[in-house]
């Protein structure tokens, strides 16, 4: 059964800060990896998407990388912002048509 | 605009009762999703479609029930066999292969 874990479960950080958060998955057999972020009361919202043959992927500030043998992933957000605070969760998805399957999220908070 | 719509925001239900959460995706994916988010908690699957007229029992779908006679909505029946509704609810949805999941806005449902 695949299991996702994300470290650490909250992170306090200055405005400018460059931060990592990690995603770690118990079966390496995944179709493609997604992160998203929560703000507080509200839907997910897609960030970055990884198919199981890439590396990484780039959204403006963010970076996402994955290491399927390893079965983690990293996010990582260059010169934090205070409106980046809210919860990020990693997805995993099997097959095409599987259920998507999440981490518990790291809640983010980013001080001014 | 292309979306998923979750109605209503927030429901009330009382004990007993059976109450009906919709979600409706003008995407023309074949997947939909029903996950439920308690506080400080990840996303736990209960129900998922992959095509109309089938879906497939998540990790708790005790107590809840589904159809999918539309490709375009797949509503969520919480009946009064699920004994601690009270929880955020969200609906995802995305196409077959490398594609990512959308989410709607979900919808909060307090027992009183």
């Not at chain 2, 979600?23 to 109309?52: F, K, T």
């Amino acid at each position: 059964k695949q299991e996702v874990t994300q470290i650490p479960a909250a992170l306090s950080v200055p405005e400018g800060e460059n931060l990592v958060l990690n995603c770690s998955f118990t079966d390496s057999a995944i179709y493609n990896l997604q992160w998203f972020r929560q703000d507080p009361g509200k839907g997910l919202t897609s960030l970055l998407l990884i198919q199981s043959s890439q590396r990484e992927q780039t959204s403006g500030r963010l970076n996402a990388s994955l290491d399927k043998s390893s079965g983690r992933s990293t996010l990582y957000i260059a010169a934090s912002q205070p409106g980046d605070s809210a919860t990020y969760l990693c997805a995993v998805l099997k097959t095409s048509y599987d259920k998507v399957i999440f981490g518990p999220g790291t809640s983010l908070s980013v001080i001014p | 605009d292309g979306g998923i719509t979750q109605s209503p925001k927030y429901l009330f239900r009382k004990e007993g009762q059976n109450v009906t959460l919709s979600c409706e995706q003008n995407l023309n994916h074949d997947a939909m999703y029903w996950y439920r988010q308690d506080p400080g908690q990840g996303l736990r699957l209960i129900y998922y479609s992959q095509i109309v007229n089938d879906f497939q029992k998540g990790d708790i779908a005790e107590g809840y029930s589904v159809s999918r006679e539309k490709k375009e909505s797949f509503p969520l029946t919480v009946t009064s066999a699920q004994k601690n509704p009270t929880a955020f609810y969200l609906c995802a949805s995305k196409e077959g292969g490398t594609t990512e999941a959308f989410f709607g806005q979900g919808t909060r449902l307090t027992v009183v």
